[in-house]
């Protein structure tokens, strides 16, 4: 519902566009030849916060975020870092549906 409520460009704005309009994309830090770390900073703290919990469910339940999560723990990401990645694929995930107009199917496990 807050998803609803607080983004309402939900399924009309590109990726690239939602995550940083949620605040989960991240922001460079750069100065002319010197590379900077990258933050996540901004967006809507409502939907970030209502996302943060969605995708902390969704960690447990889903198979498709959960092998995400634990591919990105598995390669060293710190556990934060791992999350956000999730919370951004996400509402990725979320996007498309909303975009294409179609019902939510658990992708296919291949080699099991």
Known sequence: AVLIAELPELGAIDDKKLAALVGVAPVAH?????RGQRHIAGGRATVRCALYMATLSAIRCSPAIKAFHKRLRDAGKPPKVALVAAMRKFIIMINTILKRRTPWSEPQQHGC
């Open 30 to 34: 750069d100065s002319g030849t010197w």
